[in-house]
């Protein structure tokens, strides 16, 4: 009997579907390309063309070679309307912007991040979205900041990293046990006995088997594993997991202590008389004897004298005295919150105190997390968040003397290389004095002139001053109005937040309408009353005005720190830049800020009468953290970890933000706009939100599986990518755990990484491997509208997603986490023919292909079985043509299901699929 792969208008198809196909690859696609279902799983292997089931093409690298590996990419389209390419590449030490010309074939300048963008062991999170009225803002952060309530069940990590010092007292307490760094060769355990250090043996290494319990040379037998807790180090990064148990309130916790340092330091003998105060205890010298400082504690001349170091030492046992020389003792104080040493000096001048308040010799720096309640310690170091902010300029840094006048456009030099060094939609700011952004550049005229395409804010007269294409994002003031004369200095305010806005003598200002200057800032009264240094240059009735700062070169950076900053997630609704994830504070992680409407920079960050949104989670706790912002046709979409939000309005007076979706997203970088909504993935599928309601994509194919894949991906520390081409949306996970294998005969592998495929027009699903991309860019219809992405090797490349949907050929690379192939693999759902129940003998295949270059492997399956049989017949080589070829076998059994799958140490160069049919005859029905 022959059961027909395309069946023709009539009654419904009686093939039937097998139920629960963990990998069920397609929902409703079209029967001419599989009929009814007919995929189980697919790998390089798509199914986009009709009737066809396609190889996917070769990850090839055609643009320019990176000079480190990538976590980003970027378009931006500079001021003359060319359009550039900016790929983020980096390691540990090295934080760089590689330039590629539109042709994406040739790099230009290395420009200087100022950050490390470090890809190991974790890549930096990236969100790249386009400016208000031009350019692209660029945001990468190491870590997102994270509340209790953001922490997902049995995911809580924190994470401690080695450095340079000894700090003794440091303490890290694990689940109620307190392990303290006593001196430079050990810990002392409050529970167990100490952890000790030797030689090259690494002291990290020390605690973490103390905390799992492991048998160690240097680790006592006391030492007992704790319960929920486990410790893994990589390199010098020594990570805990936490599990929380029980109720709320009932679980496990980290938290580290940093030690105190101080120093008692004596330039000569000290005198006769000359005492030191040490928690309110005074010791008084009578004696000088160089390295044995004799001392008396309280002035009884009646009490033994005893060596200082010894006497402290004895009687604050809280603090540890490690060092104690002929002219100096330095101690640590593990006590934190109430340091027990309080010094205190009195004549002569030759003993000189530091207090014990320095902190920077901890062994250990941590980001803390508990799961009992209670906040974050903020996490990382400085570049954990930064904002860059992109005018399509293509060079690096550029410093030379110009000249211009308030006012106008026009930027001199007495004799410069502009046409070489300075490209269109670069910032100028200026050097000492003032460190003013004087604007950006329009045209490069000449070699000693260029354009603004603002009027500059200041004069300057041959300011040495640095042209450079990515600068730090600073905060406007433009609240209210103001109103002031020529001939007077006071500026009056109207609906003005001058003292919550931070309105200080770092800001001139500027009328909107024109850029005239108005003066610089001297005093602030109140909300609505300042000074100006002198008399205003401009006279202004109730005129809108601009308040921009200048004065320091920290200004232009990309940190996101300063107080008046915003976070490094930004977008464009409504038609202003909205940003979120400011660090500062709990409630600020799940807030959005938005702009004025006339400049992206023009944010009112006060904190009452600002202008921002709390975002609050269904459970009414606002501090669930924003993780990712996409800008829709008539919503801004805010993510969370778990929960999806739209903001819906045209301003202030009507923005409005309701939750979507009971899920979130796994990383920053899976969210993409696609048509007029986004795409992202989350804990429980892919999602496609339209503007107005959310639809898992995959609900049909993968359905609960999809959780099976991403439960222990950990967000803090793994990341995803996505990107969109030709109606495909790609994800790339660097970490999975697949329930289900790929078998060929009866060797499984199971994917510890994947990139899955979704066909956003008919829902199938298929995975891609070795393609582990790290970042994508689209570029604009006039360039092709060809998307590319970037991989990394031991440095980032770059491809185009083209010759993957559209082409076939062997991979050029091998990516990291990646295997070469293409590794073409189709299964096929379990056939039940007309009765899973009676038993049929399966008897032949026939199947249209191409396959040039080698053979294809076929295995039968029996039953509900997964493992297979490989047949000796096989697919042989057409040498490029169609062929349709039968594949005869005798197979009793209910079920049956088939595999074909290439044979990787074949170099086949194409495979294709067409229609094929299954014979089998039923035997009676009695027989079961």
């Given at each position: 009997?022959?059961?027909?792969?395309?069946?023709?208008?009539?009654?419904?198809?009686?093939?039937?579907?097998?139920?629960?196909?963990?990998?069920?690859?397609?929902?409703?696609?079209?029967?001419?390309?599989?009929?009814?279902?007919?995929?189980?799983?697919?790998?390089?292997?798509?199914?986009?063309?009709?009737?066809?089931?396609?190889?996917?093409?070769?990850?090839?690298?055609?643009?320019?070679?990176?000079?480190?590996?990538?976590?980003?990419?970027?378009?931006?389209?500079?001021?003359?309307?060319?359009?550039?390419?900016?790929?983020?590449?980096?390691?540990?030490?090295?934080?760089?912007?590689?330039?590629?010309?539109?042709?994406?074939?040739?790099?230009?300048?290395?420009?200087?991040?100022?950050?490390?963008?470090?890809?190991?062991?974790?890549?930096?999170?990236?969100?790249?979205?386009?400016?208000?009225?031009?350019?692209?803002?660029?945001?990468?952060?190491?870590?997102?900041?994270?509340?209790?309530?953001?922490?997902?069940?049995?995911?809580?990590?924190?994470?401690?990293?080695?450095?340079?010092?000894?700090?003794?007292?440091?303490?890290?307490?694990?689940?109620?046990?307190?392990?303290?760094?006593?001196?430079?060769?050990?810990?002392?355990?409050?529970?167990?006995?100490?952890?000790?250090?030797?030689?090259?043996?690494?002291?990290?290494?020390?605690?973490?088997?103390?905390?799992?319990?492991?048998?160690?040379?240097?680790?006592?037998?006391?030492?007992?594993?704790?319960?929920?807790?486990?410790?893994?180090?990589?390199?010098?990064?020594?990570?805990?997991?936490?599990?929380?148990?029980?109720?709320?309130?009932?679980?496990?916790?980290?938290?580290?202590?940093?030690?105190?340092?101080?120093?008692?330091?004596?330039?000569?003998?000290?005198?006769?008389?000359?005492?030191?105060?040490?928690?309110?205890?005074?010791?008084?010298?009578?004696?000088?004897?160089?390295?044995?400082?004799?001392?008396?504690?309280?002035?009884?001349?009646?009490?033994?004298?005893?060596?200082?170091?010894?006497?402290?030492?004895?009687?604050?046992?809280?603090?540890?005295?490690?060092?104690?020389?002929?002219?100096?003792?330095?101690?640590?104080?593990?006590?934190?919150?109430?340091?027990?040493?309080?010094?205190?000096?009195?004549?002569?001048?030759?003993?000189?105190?530091?207090?014990?308040?320095?902190?920077?010799?901890?062994?250990?720096?941590?980001?803390?997390?508990?799961?009992?309640?209670?906040?974050?310690?903020?996490?990382?170091?400085?570049?954990?968040?930064?904002?860059?902010?992109?005018?399509?300029?293509?060079?690096?840094?550029?410093?030379?003397?110009?000249?211009?006048?308030?006012?106008?456009?026009?930027?001199?030099?007495?004799?410069?290389?502009?046409?070489?060094?300075?490209?269109?939609?670069?910032?100028?700011?200026?050097?000492?004095?003032?460190?003013?952004?004087?604007?950006?550049?329009?045209?490069?005229?000449?070699?000693?002139?260029?354009?603004?395409?603002?009027?500059?804010?200041?004069?300057?007269?041959?300011?040495?001053?640095?042209?450079?294409?990515?600068?730090?994002?600073?905060?406007?003031?433009?609240?209210?109005?103001?109103?002031?004369?020529?001939?007077?200095?006071?500026?009056?305010?109207?609906?003005?937040?001058?003292?919550?806005?931070?309105?200080?003598?770092?800001?001139?200002?500027?009328?909107?309408?024109?850029?005239?200057?108005?003066?610089?800032?001297?005093?602030?009264?109140?909300?609505?009353?300042?000074?100006?240094?002198?008399?205003?240059?401009?006279?202004?009735?109730?005129?809108?005005?601009?308040?921009?700062?200048?004065?320091?070169?920290?200004?232009?950076?990309?940190?996101?720190?300063?107080?008046?900053?915003?976070?490094?997630?930004?977008?464009?609704?409504?038609?202003?830049?909205?940003?979120?994830?400011?660090?500062?504070?709990?409630?600020?992680?799940?807030?959005?800020?938005?702009?004025?409407?006339?400049?992206?920079?023009?944010?009112?960050?006060?904190?009452?009468?600002?202008?921002?949104?709390?975002?609050?989670?269904?459970?009414?706790?606002?501090?669930?953290?924003?993780?990712?912002?996409?800008?829709?046709?008539?919503?801004?979409?805010?993510?969370?970890?778990?929960?999806?939000?739209?903001?819906?309005?045209?301003?202030?007076?009507?923005?409005?933000?309701?939750?979507?979706?009971?899920?979130?997203?796994?990383?920053?970088?899976?969210?993409?706009?696609?048509?007029?909504?986004?795409?992202?993935?989350?804990?429980?599928?892919?999602?496609?939100?339209?503007?107005?309601?959310?639809?898992?994509?995959?609900?049909?194919?993968?359905?609960?599986?999809?959780?099976?894949?991403?439960?222990?991906?950990?967000?803090?520390?793994?990341?995803?990518?996505?990107?969109?081409?030709?109606?495909?949306?790609?994800?790339?996970?660097?970490?999975?755990?697949?329930?289900?294998?790929?078998?060929?005969?009866?060797?499984?592998?199971?994917?510890?990484?994947?990139?899955?495929?979704?066909?956003?027009?008919?829902?199938?699903?298929?995975?891609?491997?070795?393609?582990?991309?790290?970042?994508?860019?689209?570029?604009?219809?006039?360039?092709?509208?060809?998307?590319?992405?970037?991989?990394?090797?031991?440095?980032?490349?770059?491809?185009?997603?083209?010759?993957i949907l559209e082409t076939q050929g062997r991979d050029a690379i091998t990516t990291d986490l990646g295997t070469a192939g293409?590794?073409?693999?189709?299964?096929?759902?379990?056939?039940?023919?007309?009765?899973?129940?009676?038993?049929?003998?399966?008897?032949?295949?026939?199947?249209?292909?191409?396959?040039?270059?080698?053979?294809?492997?076929?295995?039968?399956?029996?039953?509900?079985?997964?493992?297979?049989?490989?047949?000796?017949?096989?697919?042989?080589?057409?040498?490029?043509?169609?062929?349709?070829?039968?594949?005869?076998?005798?197979?009793?059994?209910?079920?049956?299901?088939?595999?074909?799958?290439?044979?990787?140490?074949?170099?086949?160069?194409?495979?294709?699929?067409?229609?094929?049919?299954?014979?089998?005859?039923?035997?009676?029905?009695?027989?079961?």
């Amino acid at each position: 009997m022959t059961v027909p792969i395309q069946m023709p208008p009539g009654p419904p198809n009686t093939v039937q579907s097998y139920p629960g196909a963990p990998l069920g690859m397609i929902r409703a696609v079209p029967q001419s390309e599989i009929p009814d279902g007919g995929a189980y799983v697919l790998q390089d292997a798509l199914v986009h063309r009709e009737g066809r089931i396609i190889r996917r093409g070769p990850v090839n690298p055609t643009g320019p070679t990176l000079t480190y590996k990538g976590c980003g990419m970027a378009a931006c389209t500079a001021p003359d309307g060319s359009v550039h390419v900016g790929a983020w590449n980096g390691d540990a030490s090295h934080g760089n912007v590689t330039f590629i010309d539109p042709t994406m074939t040739t790099a230009g300048d290395n420009y200087a991040w100022q950050f490390a963008l470090d890809t190991s062991p974790r890549y930096k999170l990236f969100h790249a979205r386009p400016a208000l009225k031009r350019g692209v803002m660029i945001g990468v952060a190491g870590t997102l900041q994270r509340t209790i309530a953001g922490i997902p069940p049995g995911q809580a990590k924190v994470t401690g990293v080695t450095t340079t010092g000894t700090g003794y007292g440091s303490t890290i307490t694990v689940d109620g046990k307190t392990y303290t760094l006593v001196s430079v060769s050990y810990f002392s355990n409050a529970v167990a006995n100490q952890i000790q250090y030797t030689g090259g043996t690494a002291l990290l290494t020390r605690l973490m088997h103390a905390i799992n319990g492991t048998s160690d040379t240097y680790v006592s037998s006391a030492t007992t594993a704790h319960t929920g807790v486990t410790a893994s180090l990589s390199g010098s990064t020594l990570t805990i997991t936490a599990i929380p148990v029980g109720s709320a309130g009932n679980g496990k916790s980290v938290s580290v202590g940093r030690s105190k340092y101080g120093r008692i330091s004596f330039a000569n003998n000290p005198s006769a008389g000359a005492t030191v105060t040490i928690d309110g205890t005074v010791w008084t010298c009578v004696s000088g004897t160089p390295g044995a400082h004799q001392f008396q504690k309280g002035g009884d001349r009646n009490t033994t004298s005893l060596n200082l170091l010894s006497a402290i030492t004895s009687t604050y046992t809280a603090t540890y005295f490690l060092n104690h020389y002929s002219n100096a003792i330095e101690f640590w104080t593990k006590n934190i919150a109430n340091p027990a040493v309080v010094l205190a000096t009195s004549a002569p001048t030759d003993i000189f105190i530091t207090q014990g308040a320095a902190v920077g010799y901890d062994p250990i720096t941590w980001a803390a997390s508990t799961l009992t309640g209670g906040a974050d310690a903020t996490a990382g170091s400085a570049d954990d968040q930064a904002l860059g902010y992109w005018g399509g300029g293509v060079n690096d840094d550029y410093s030379f003397a110009i000249t211009t006048t308030r006012g106008s456009k026009t930027v001199t030099a007495a004799a410069s290389s502009f046409t070489t060094q300075v490209s269109p939609g670069m910032w100028i700011i200026s050097g000492t004095p003032g460190f003013w952004m004087v604007g950006q550049v329009s045209s490069v005229d000449s070699n000693t002139q260029v354009t603004l395409v603002d009027p500059a804010p200041v004069t300057l007269a041959a300011v040495t001053s640095t042209f450079t294409s990515i600068r730090g994002v600073q905060p406007k003031i433009m609240r209210g109005s103001i109103t002031c004369a020529t001939g007077s200095k006071a500026v009056t305010g109207g609906d003005t937040l001058f003292k919550s806005q931070n309105i200080d003598t770092s800001y001139s200002i500027y009328r909107l309408s024109d850029l005239a200057f108005v003066g610089d800032v001297s005093t602030v009264a109140s909300e609505f009353s300042l000074q100006l240094v002198a008399n205003a240059a401009v006279a202004m009735a109730d005129e809108e005005y601009v308040a921009i700062r200048h004065g320091a070169s920290t200004y232009w950076t990309l940190s996101t720190a300063e107080v008046n900053r915003v976070g490094f997630l930004t977008a464009v609704y409504a038609g202003r830049q909205w940003y979120a994830n400011r660090a500062t504070t709990n409630e600020e992680l799940a807030r959005v800020w938005f702009s004025d409407p006339r400049d992206p920079e023009g944010i009112n960050t006060a904190a009452t009468k600002g202008d921002w949104i709390d975002i609050t989670s269904a459970s009414n706790q606002p501090h669930r953290q924003i993780v990712s912002l996409v800008p829709c046709y008539n919503s801004l979409l805010i993510l969370k970890r778990d929960e999806a939000f739209g903001l819906y309005g045209t301003d202030e007076t009507n923005f409005e933000v309701r939750g979507v979706y009971d899920d979130g997203t796994l990383s920053t970088m899976t969210a993409v706009q696609y048509e007029h909504g986004a795409v992202w993935a989350g804990y429980g599928g892919i999602y496609f939100y339209d503007g107005s309601q959310v639809q898992n994509i995959i609900d049909q194919s993968l359905g609960n599986w999809w959780r099976l894949f991403t439960q222990n991906f950990n967000s803090e520390s793994d990341r995803a990518w996505g990107l969109i081409d030709r109606d495909h949306y790609f994800l790339f996970m660097e970490r999975l755990v697949s329930p289900t294998p790929i078998t060929k005969a009866d060797a499984q592998t199971f994917p510890s990484n994947w990139c899955v495929v979704v066909n956003m027009k008919t829902g199938a699903v298929t995975m891609v491997t070795n393609l582990t991309f790290r970042g994508s860019v689209s570029l604009p219809g006039t360039l092709g509208a060809q998307t590319y992405y970037l991989v990394n090797t031991t440095v980032g490349r770059i491809g185009n997603v083209y010759d993957i949907l559209e082409t076939q050929g062997r991979d050029a690379i091998t990516t990291d986490l990646g295997t070469a192939g293409p590794d073409f693999y189709f299964e096929s759902k379990k056939y039940g023919m007309e009765d899973p129940l009676i038993l049929k003998r399966f008897k032949q295949m026939t199947i249209h292909h191409i396959n040039t270059n080698g053979k294809l492997h076929i295995d039968t399956i029996r039953g509900l079985n997964t493992e297979g049989i490989q047949l000796t017949s096989e697919l042989i080589d057409t040498s490029g043509v169609w062929a349709v070829h039968r594949v005869r076998f005798s197979k009793k059994t209910q079920y049956f299901s088939f595999r074909i799958y290439e044979d990787t140490a074949t170099p086949i160069t194409d495979i294709t699929l067409g229609a094929f049919q299954l014979k089998y005859k039923s035997l009676r029905p009695g027989r079961v």
